[in-house]
């Protein structure tokens, strides 16, 4: 009987989602869980459901008794990573994803959310190295917008360690699939003025200057000082 009152919250918990009705799903999911605590897969679904509502802070206790109890179980691992991300707390986030990568190296998505994570704890030289090797795959990564990601993360990582080169190169990658930012013309421009290539950075500061529309005033600033030096 248990089983047949778990199975029928479940499905309307998924009917109340599907009709926007978060709350009353929410309300439906605590209350049976008042009385049902030891039932992973409806607390599983709660969590999705804070999840869904950009609310890690209420998801994260969740997920960590449940991988706490199930320390070995990738979705969980994946899940609480994810949830730790999305709340900053990067340094809780990054060990986990270096458990999933190396259980998964070939997955690019997880090692490009390591390398968001390493990124975020200032470890750049670790995210461009981990980002280097998976790029070097670009057909592994299941959409284009994910290789574009990865790219992205790749040119930052570079740039913030000092490597102008490979930051243009993973540029040109990301270039080809997604278009063109005010942060992707900053780091262009960065890069080629690193290497002494006035006309190429000149050109890129004014155009990231023509988009930035006040949005980034640390990097516009630089922007304006570099085009009076050069």
Known sequence: AEHVEEERVRKLVHLLEREKKSDQAETLLTTYLAKNPADPTLHAQLACLYESRQEPGNAIPIVEKLHAANAADPNLTRMLASLYSSDNQFDKAAPLYATLTTLYPNDPTLVTDRADALIHLRQ????????????????????????????????????SNDDPTTSLQALAIRDKVLPQSPSSLFLAATAHDKLHQVKEARDLYKQFLSVANGKFPNEEWQARHRLVTL
């Open 124 to 159: 750049f030289a670790e995210a461009e190295a981990i980002l280097r090797r998976t790029i070097a795959q670009p057909s592994a990564f299941p959409t284009k917008d994910d290789l574009g990601l990865a790219a992205s993360h790749l040119a930052f990582a570079a740039s």
